[in-house]
């Protein structure tokens, strides 16, 4: 039996209608149960922050203080092992190198890393890129799918095939395969878009290029995804940037506590990665930034106009729920931890807005500043807020890649490709530091029923 049998589908249709009814009404729990037990639902306290359940010392989010024993929001920051991120991103640019490869080093091992050091890194990092013989052949080529986040999983469990020791959990092996993953998780991506471009679209062509020894990951990224490998230092750059600014973020994001949660078991690295890969596929975490430009596409299509009141009018909509995908969501907007700023916006912002310069599309460039003002705005009034509500990194984000010419259908990849870097960071420090099997409570609300023999059912 094919469980992809569209004739047993069809077959069962009205069957799986039934029972997701019965599903639904004996898996609901109202509302109220959850304040009589005091449950933190999605881990978070009624102001919104997280429940501690862990320490870490690999990346910190802050966006309050506490002063004279009140909560006060401030600008958001984001450090990477103590180090402020727009720091890091800052004097990369300033001396003209790529960040990147620092920003792992330093997540991975906790000390920014001398010229000797990053030097032999990027070394082993570039050797580390090529994929395992016939790899491409026999798993990508063979099996494409139109979904790169589950074709990313796919790979990095078929990869456990070729690794000659994939359950030893020791940190040197560990770290061994973290590093592979590092370098290879960006032509696994690569390569996967080219084989599903191949076989299912009107695009004839197949271009598998090979990473450049002598390349960054921002590089290599454009290298292989382009025909003509052609791309300008600024492109480069951003992109560097943008994977700088993704590498981590807190030990408690969806995708980075699964890490810790599937390294507390003694699961290989292989299934560590690819259930983070699975937890980060969801719209709510990863692909945020997909929402902003369908929004965008939406607002250009029914504004002809660049005049703010009409801007302002449309933007009024849709948190209305009377535009776009009338869920009254501004995309982009606001963020679950970052109260008054998301520093990662912050810095993406200035590079979109000279990637926009570079490429003509300051208008574009304008249009997300004003859409942003006037979110922040009219949220601000209806709510009766007493502090702005701010961009986060996905407003931009997703504007940036298209300015790369990168497909939509990598966007979430892209994240995939630099959060990476953070999650064998925490699996790391889950190995050395954790010790115990994470097993948070659930509360069992059902009552106790004496069992029915089947003929009084």
Known sequence: MNFNDADLIIKYSHKISELTRLAEKNN????????????????????GVGVLCGLTEISEVTSWKIANGERIPVPGVLCYRGYDVKDLVRHCVEENRFGFEETVYLLLFGKLPATNEISEFNEMLSEFRQLPKNFVRDVIMKS???????MLARCVLNLYSYDPDPDNVSLSNVLRQSLQLIAELPMLAAYSYRAYRYYNTDDGSLVIHKPVSEYSTAQNVLHVLRKDSAFTDLEAKVLDVCLTLHADHGGGNASTFTTHLATSTGTDTYSSIAASLGSLKGPKHGGANIKVMQMFENIRKNVKTSAKTKVYDYVAKILNGKAFDRTGLVYGMGHAVYTVSDPRAEVLKLYAGKLAEAKGREDEFALYETVAAAASEIICNQKNLDKPVNPNVDFYSGFVYSMLNLPEALYTPLFAIARIAGWSAHRMEELVSGGKIIRPAYECVQERRAYIPLDKR
């Open 144 to 150: 494409p799918s139109s979904d790169m986040m589950n």
């Open 28 to 47: 609901n729990i109202e509302s109220e149960m959850y304040e009589k037990y005091d449950v933190k639902r999605g881990l978070r306290d009624k102001h």
